[in-house]
């Protein structure tokens, strides 16, 4: 079929529309032509729909915004957090050393926690490629002296006072 004849089904050249030429216009209005990728409806109805949220989508790009600096900011936050659990670590890891070079006596039970800090505190600079110098030495020394202990059978008793007790 011609476009010519299309045009006079649809009584185009007399100048108006016929039953064919309605049928036509009715079904574009819901029908996509599979090989035309571009249905005029469908376009037009798209570019109503985003002049009618336009200030959703404004309000969206805005939230957006807002979640993603307060994303930035809660990692942040916990790398700040990270670092300073690590350097209490350390710092607990090297008083209890000091401690122990000092004379002071500890149980079992503190021994095997800072014990436990220490594989922690192991684990983390291992990850993370971090150097270790002097902690290192003070974790050697509570392995040191808690093998001692365990030897000797000389861990401080819970309930003793470690100053009387010698």
Known sequence: MTVSKIVEMIGAKSGELSFWGVLILLLS??????????????????????RLNSHLNAKLVEIEGKVDKLGDD???HISESAAKEIKDTRRDILEFCNSCMNGRRHTKEQFEFVIKQCDDYESYIRTHEIKNGVVDAAMTEIRRLNLKCIQENSYLKEGKDYENDT
């Open 29 to 50: 209005i819901g029908v996509e032509i599979t090989p035309i990728k571009w249905n005029p409806w469908s376009t037009f109805l798209s570019w109503i729909g985003s």
């Open 74 to 76: 809660l990692d942040k």
